[in-house]
């Protein structure tokens, strides 16, 4: 009888913030379907919620096979069902689309630090429900003409290589600079799409969350996803392109919290996580050097703003402690 290896510790660690994550989604989803009124939307936030809740079991079930003391992770407590509706229509399936689009990265790099087969098809499975929503969910939000597609251009006619370094030339401010290409327009695309996103979302949670640095803390994560889209529109514009995006009113007037102060800041905890590993990827792959330099100076800026955000979960008690390897030094000075 072949006997199972223990998790390690990468599983583990994975593992956690999986059901911190999935968690936290399900709260967010009952609210969604609580206030829903169109039922195509209610059914992808359904589905979404029944598969969800099949791998947070699962993954219940592997920490208690192993020992491992089942997360706290985010309840009932965490959300209010009564709160009257915090966004507009539509917002339900746009902030569904980012949340799967955040997982698909995630699962990638959860995947590469699973070695046990269980963990392994944890996230096998979850790759493939993020796969299927953010696929129904962009299919939904076109139809509904809500979702912007990226700028149409020219298609290449002929293939070509780059025979000059002036094609990364961007920083001089009367010199001449190339047209963006192909994957620098998606790029600054993307970033407007998910900041206008995400200003929604922090301008709700600012004008509902109760505790006062909380609700701080989010009037300051607007102005940033401002500048963000801000800089992004400029660099198009300056190419003779506009951009179109979703409307930034889906906020309602509503000041009732359908979520806890630590859910809200939780998530603005992963979405500031996101946007640095999207932001390195823009910089890496931008072939300007002025795009490169502005992106990876906004990156700079989330960190920051991500830094204060932990200090005020640290501080309010707020951020469940991840599971820690034993302190050596600690168990040695018992033992005196």
């Not at 992770?73 to 955040?102: C, H, S, W, Y």
């Not at 409307?247 to 102060?261: I, K, Q």
Request: proline share 4%.
């Amino acid at each position: 009888m072949q006997v199972k290896e223990p998790l390690c510790s990468s599983e583990i660690g994975s593992l956690w913030l999986t059901y911190q994550q999935k968690t936290m989604i399900q709260r967010i989803l009952e609210y969604f379907l609580e206030r829903a009124d169109d039922q195509e939307a209610k059914n992808i936030i359904g589905m979404l919620w029944q598969e969800l809740d099949f791998y947070v079991e699962m993954i219940k079930g592997i920490f208690e096979n192993e020992g491992v003391v089942i997360p706290k992770g985010f309840t009932k407590e965490d959300v209010n069902l009564d709160a009257p509706p915090l966004f507009e229509n539509g917002f339900d399936i746009m902030l569904t689309r980012l949340l799967k689009e955040v997982s698909l990265g995630m699962y990638s790099i959860n995947l590469n630090m699973a070695y046990r087969a269980d963990v392994m098809t944890v996230y096998e499975g979850l790759t493939m429900v993020s796969y299927k929503i953010y696929k129904l969910s962009t299919l939904y939000l076109l139809k509904k003409g809500i979702l912007t597609r990226p700028p149409i251009i020219t298609p290449p006619k002929r293939t070509e290589f780059i025979e000059s370094k002036k094609y990364m030339k961007g920083f001089k401010p009367f010199g001449e600079k190339r047209a963006l290409n192909a994957i620098e327009l998606g790029i600054l695309h993307h970033g407007i799409e998910t900041n206008n996103l995400g200003m929604q979302l922090i301008t709700g949670f600012a004008q509902s969350a109760k505790n006062k640095e909380a609700r701080q803390y989010f009037e300051k994560g607007k102005e940033l996803a401002k500048k963000h889209i801000k800089t992004f529109q400029d660099l198009l514009l300056e190419n003779d392109i506009q951009f179109s995006a979703t409307s930034g009113s889906t906020v309602t007037n509503s000041t009732v919290a359908p979520f806890s102060d630590r859910l809200m800041m939780f998530f603005i905890d992963l979405l500031n996580g996101f946007s640095i590993v999207g932001e390195s990827f823009g910089t890496f792959f931008t072939l300007r050097n002025d795009l490169s330099l502005k992106i990876m100076l906004l990156a700079k800026d989330v960190y920051l703003y991500g830094q204060e955000g932990l200090e005020i979960m640290f501080k309010n008690g707020w951020y469940e402690e991840p599971p820690q390897s034993e302190d050596r030094d600690q168990l040695i000075n018992q033992t005196e």
